[in-house]
């Protein structure tokens, strides 16, 4: 984790620049067009619903959760088919001595799902 203040900083062990954070960002942004997204947050959990494109929101989940494997391999991602799209239950699984602000959770998502 980056302690200086910068954008990666808020993704708990996001091993990004800043720059390519943003990059990852912008491409995310650009996504949110093709669905509309609920959120529900508890403590260590977050519930994604996505309603769109069940094609395209497929393409989106698999994109997404390869390219936070490679940078954030402390988030798990748990999607499931819906009727009118996928549920994605996002937790931090940091190891024993990763410390994780309370807010890490909630920075991924809006990473992740800017519009929800």
Do not use: W
């Not at 937790?91 to 410390?99: F, K, L, V």
Request: proline letters at 5%; aromatic letters at 6%; glycine letters at 6%.
């Amino acid at each position: 984790m980056k302690g200086d203040g910068d954008v990666s900083s808020e993704l708990i062990g996001c091993s990004l620049s800043p720059a390519e954070l943003e990059i990852v960002r912008e491409r995310y942004a650009a996504a949110a067009d093709d669905y509309q997204a609920t959120i529900e947050m508890d403590d260590d959990r977050a519930r994604v619903s996505l309603r769109g494109d069940k094609q395209r929101l497929k393409a989106l989940l698999n994109q997404m959760i390869a390219q936070e494997a490679g940078c954030c391999s402390f988030l798990r991602f748990d999607p499931s088919e819906t009727a009118d799209g996928f549920l994605v239950e996002l937790s931090i699984h940091a190891s024993p001595n990763q410390e994780v602000p309370p807010q890490s959770l909630a920075e991924a998502v809006r990473a992740f799902f800017p519009t929800a």
